[in-house]
């Protein structure tokens, strides 16, 4: 059921598909939207779980927004949508931004989520090398070189190697304003702060697009793999977008993953 839930200078677009299973919160990449996960959210609910996914504030359906975008911002209307919802230690499955947002979530409060699957998203807490750090200085004022009406497809041209789902980027990217996407990505690049003692406290699955080329996923998340003691899952023919790009792949990482739990409680 699709409804909007009112946060601070937003009324976000939620689709909670209700149902006594166990939750799981699905938190899109910048400049995307919820039609990005429809695959895995059909194949969930068929599962039995309750799935809720949602335009982020400054996203898709989610507009206008009046408020700041900024990191934290992002964390407080998360953790107040679940309250909203009455979600019970969710699972959370963050892409990209979605993953910045949801490890900060899972650091602040680990107690209150019951697993973490990050898809093509970089380590916040990972150690970051000098090029590393100048890639991301140099990232938004790239970003601002591009012309407003430009920028759509080269983001879709650059997260996704589909034609299918590089016109459904295109069609998420064209929703967000240049101004407002500049700022979500001065958010995303916020929540990288290395912490070369942390441990992730909650299940973790780590999900990688073979093709993604953007930032330094492509080199942070496998380090994240070994620096946690577990594998990644890498989605052939896919790129930084693989719930798009390769969708019945990244399904069933999803699905095998939380069947695995269940087997655990």
């Known amino acids: 059921?699709?409804?909007?839930?009112?946060?601070?200078?937003?009324?976000?677009?939620?689709?909670?598909?209700?149902?006594?299973?166990?939750?799981?919160?699905?938190l899109h990449g910048a400049g995307a939207d919820h039609v990005m996960f429809d695959d895995q959210v059909d194949a969930l609910r068929a599962n039995g779980h309750r799935v809720v996914t949602w335009d982020m504030r400054?996203?898709?359906r989610s507009r206008p927004n009046t408020a700041e975008i900024t990191g934290p911002q992002f964390v407080a209307d998360v953790e107040h949508l679940i309250r909203t919802l009455d979600l019970d230690e969710p699972t959370l499955i963050g892409h990209s931004l979605g993953g910045n947002i949801a490890?900060?979530?899972?650091?602040?409060r680990p107690t209150a989520?019951?697993?973490?699957?990050?898809?093509?998203?970089?380590?916040?807490t990972g150690p970051l090398s000098w090029w590393e750090r100048r890639l991301l200085k140099?990232?938004?004022?790239?970003?601002?070189?591009?012309?407003?009406?430009?920028?759509?497809?080269?983001?879709?041209?650059?997260?996704?190697?589909?034609?299918?789902?590089?016109?459904?980027?295109?069609?998420?990217?064209?929703h967000v304003p240049k101004n407002d996407f500049l700022a979500i990505w001065a958010a995303t690049t916020s929540f990288v702060a290395p912490d070369p003692g942390y441990r992730t406290p909650v299940p973790l699955l780590l999900i990688r697009g073979e093709e993604d080329g953007t930032g330094n996923i492509a080199q942070a998340?496998?380090?994240?793999?070994?620096?946690?003691?577990?594998?990644?899952?890498?989605?052939?023919?896919?790129?930084?977008?693989?719930?798009?790009?390769?969708?019945?792949?990244?399904?069933?990482?999803?699905?095998?993953f939380l069947t695995s739990l269940k087997g655990q409680r």
Request: proline share 8%; glycine share 12%; hydrophobic share 45%.
């Open 138 to 174: 140099l990232a938004a004022p790239g970003l601002r070189l591009i012309p407003a009406g430009s920028l759509p497809g080269v983001m879709a041209r650059a997260s996704a190697v589909t034609p299918a789902a590089q016109a459904d980027l295109r069609r998420a990217f064209s």
């Open 113 to 124: 989520y019951s697993a973490l699957i990050v898809i093509d998203s970089t380590w916040n």
């Open 1 to 26: 059921m699709s409804h909007r839930v009112p946060l601070g200078g937003c009324d976000v677009l939620v689709d909670d598909g209700g149902g006594s299973g166990s939750s799981v919160l699905f």
């Open 103 to 108: 490890q900060q979530l899972v650091r602040r």
């Open 58 to 60: 400054a996203h898709g």
């Open 221 to 256: 998340m496998p380090a994240w793999a070994a620096h946690e003691g577990i594998g990644e899952v890498l989605i052939p023919g896919a790129g930084h977008v693989p719930s798009q790009d390769a969708p019945e792949a990244v399904t069933a990482a999803i699905t095998r």
